[in-house]
Antibody, heavy 118, light 107 residues
Framework: QVQLQESGPGLVKPSETLSLTCTVS????????WGWIRQSPGEGLELIGY???????NYNPSLKSRVIMLVDMSKNQFSVRLTYVTAADTAEYYC????????????WGQGTMVTVSS | SYVLTQPPSVSVAPGQTATITCGGN??????IHWYQQRPGQAPVLVVY???DRPSGIPERFSASNSGNRATLTISRVEAGDEADYYC??????????FGGGTKLTVL
């Protein structure tokens, strides 16, 4: 079955760029939308945005000026970059697949914790 | 931006029915999904497109959506249902938002 795995640094300095990659295994990256969702400690879920396998993106308006998402079909991966991070960006970051013909996220990665600190 | 309101907590005894609400302006006109998140784990989709269940989700989980409120109902609650539950809305303008989450406690 399809599985997602996030990877990237667990510690990022303030004002630097957070970069995470999600590797999709067990199925193709094509024909689906792929999303990034984060969860600050003790808080709820926040959608960062999502990307179609063709590269079309839709970002959360509150993060739009700092977010870039990319797809690499050759590696079956997609990624997110968040620039100029602050302590407020400290969170568990999840990648997820949007279910076909729906807007629900039906498959999630296990998540990766990113701390912003000097 | 669109706001979803969930009660912070709901408590229910084993075997009883838990009702978790998600309020929003004309939410009945939007498509809603529900996720279960156990402590230390990633969210799991339990209901999508207002009332459909993914394969593997028990029939005890059901949902409805109309007016200004959507509802997730868990029948015959078990200890393993104890978790945080989040509603998630998408509307045709492209806005996607999660509710603040409801902690379900099984007494």
């Amino acid at each position: 079955q399809v599985q997602l795995q996030e990877s990237g640094p667990g510690l990022v300095k303030p004002s630097e760029t957070l970069s995470l990659t999600c590797t999709v295994s067990g199925g193709p990256i094509s024909d689906y939308y792929w999303g990034w969702i984060r969860q600050s400690p003790g808080e709820g879920l926040e959608l960062i945005g999502y990307i179609y396998y063709t590269g079309t993106t839709n970002y959360n308006p509150s993060l739009k000026s700092r977010v870039i998402m990319l797809v690499d079909m050759s590696k079956n991966q997609f990624s997110v970059r968040l620039t100029y991070v602050t302590a407020a960006d400290t969170a568990e970051y999840y990648c997820a697949r949007r279910k076909a013909y729906s807007t629900a996220f039906d498959i999630w990665g296990q998540g990766t914790m990113v701390t912003v600190s000097s | 931006s669109y706001v979803l309101t969930q009660p912070p907590s709901v408590s229910v005894a084993p075997g009883q029915t838990a009702t978790i609400t998600c309020g929003g302006n004309n939410i009945g006109t939007k498509t809603i999904h529900w996720y279960q998140q156990r402590p230390g784990q990633a969210p799991v989709l339990v209901v999508y497109d207002d009332s459909d269940r993914p394969s593997g989700i028990p029939e005890r989980f059901s949902a409805s959506n109309s007016g200004n409120r959507a509802t997730l109902t868990i029948s015959r609650v078990e200890a393993g249902d104890e978790a945080d539950y989040y509603c998630h809305v998408w509307d045709r303008s492209g806005d996607q938002v999660f509710g603040g989450g409801t902690k379900l406690t099984v007494l």
